[in-house]
């Protein structure tokens, strides 16, 4: 009988964890983001906001699959969810810019521990995240432009 292989890297499997418990607190903050959103400019902030929620849903289901096909438990929490003094809406888009460039740097550390271990497969899929944060933060910065 062929015995299965497992996936014995600890240090992407940690690194997995923290991503994963980074998207699920995106998606309790890009809802708490959404229900702050006051004034003439909710509807269409608001929308982005949930729409933003969803796909930390999203990456989140992507990162847990790959935990538990290289033999990982994504963990129960997610990272602590801090909420800033004022719900403007420039406040919000500065913290979720914040949040965007962490989201970067953690995909961008997993595309080059997956690049060292040579794990082709989990190095696109990271490589791909980090594509679609680096658009995110673009867009959010294109956002906090101030207009004439």
Known sequence: MKKEKT???????????????????????????????????????????????QEAITHATLIGEKMTSLGGHPPILSSQVKEGPNHSIKQLLEESLHFEEEAINLYKELAALSEKYEDIALEELARSLVKEEVEHADEVRKMLIKPE
């Open 7 to 53: 996936y014995k890297n600890e240090e992407v499997l940690t690194l997995l964890g923290r991503i994963y418990q980074s998207e699920i607190a995106g998606v309790n903050r890009y809802l708490h983001y959404s229900f702050m959103i006051t004034g003439y400019h909710r509807i269409p902030i608001q929308n982005w906001f949930r729409e933003h929620a």
